[in-house]
């Protein structure tokens, strides 16, 4: 079964207890109840996480999360309440940690579409579907929408698959209300993403976010409301592409980790991504043009330089 090439030991730190360690983060608790995420320069694909790594990765994924937290602060709250490492953590935890508060979360990868490509063109080309919504004849590769969609996956562990479902098995996991309160918020977010990606020359092709409420709150109070949690649109967790570039009818360009997946798929690779072999390790050119492109990204989107 797909998983870890090589699983790194996590990192022990006094006062702070390991939780998990996933595909990116590591994932701890402090005496205060707080979680501790650290965000590695990891990266995976084809839910192997690969050999290797891309170096400042895992920086950048933290700082344009927090970015988005700010650029969202007004539609949705966000879980992170510090950026400072613990004391006796690693130097390099510094620019890669978020302290954010715990939350019961919804198990539900909410992805907003407002392009189609990856898995939605897949179905689309069968069915004129994308996770059962019916679609008009004549999209291409990197057709904009009508409108942005929203289409749910299950969230899985290191190593399985996202399974796209449809909106009637999400309401029947999570509830009704929970349900249209992931739509809701899912595709405000979306459309504030885009317009934003937009005014900085980025297309924002789809995205994922994961929500979940505070601990043993009522979800019909007010206490109880969602609150946008993890990372927040990354090349990790989004499709971008340059709005100059992009061309329907054709593979974009990729700003985000769609190069990898296509180095892997590619003769150059000869590794089959259905089979059960591991991946071989990225060539150092791979490598550098991932982090050119994260770093690129960004830039455009922030404004800011990459140090």
């Known amino acids: 079964m797909p998983g ?25 608790r402090n005496e205060a109840g707080e979680l501790v995420m650290v965000a590695s320069d990891r990266v995976s694909a084809y ?3 690969l050999g290797g790594e891309i170096p400042d990765k895992g920086r950048i994924l933290t700082r344009l999360s927090l970015w988005w937290f700010d650029q969202l602060a007004d539609l949705v ?90 909106y009637e098995e999400v309401a029947r996991r999570v509830g009704a209300e929970t349900a249209a309160q992931l739509r809701q918020t899912t595709l405000a977010i979306y459309l504030r993403a885009r317009d934003v990606a937009r005014d900085r020359g980025v297309i924002l092709a789809d995205t994922k976010f994961e929500f979940g409420r505070p601990a043993g709150a009522d979800p019909e109070s007010p206490e109880g409301a969602l609150v946008l949690a993890d990372e927040v649109l990354t090349p990790d967790s989004s499709r971008f592409w340059r709005k100059d570039e992009w061309q329907p009818g054709q593979p974009q360009r990729p700003y985000d980790k ?19 072999t591991p991946p071989p390790p990225l060539p150092a050119q791979v490598v550098e043009q991932t982090r050119q492109r994260y770093t690129e990204v960004y830039q455009l989107l922030t404004g800011n330089p990459w140090d």
Not at 7 to 28: A, C, F, M, W
Not at 152 to 159: C, D, I, L, N, Y
């Open 77 to 166: 709250p966000g879980h992170v309440i510090s950026t400072e490492p613990p004391a006796g953590a690693p130097a390099d935890w510094a620019g890669r940690t978020m302290v954010c508060r715990s939350l019961d979360m919804v198990p539900v990868e909410a992805v907003a579409r407002g392009y189609l490509t990856g898995s939605g063109l897949a179905e689309y080309r069968e069915h004129r579907t994308v996770c059962g919504l019916a679609l008009p004849e004549g999209l291409e590769d990197g057709s904009e929408l009508p409108a942005p969609i929203f289409t749910p996956a299950t969230k899985a562990e290191v190593g399985e698959h996202d399974e796209n479902v449809s």
């Open 258 to 276: 769609q190069y990898i997946r296509d180095w892997l798929t590619s003769p150059a690779a000869g590794w089959d991504h259905r089979g059960e």
């Open 4 to 28: 870890f090439v090589e699983k790194p030991e996590p990192v022990q730190v006094p006062g702070l207890t390991h939780l998990h360690t996933g595909k990116v983060r590591d994932l701890y």
């Open 47 to 49: 839910d192997w996480v």
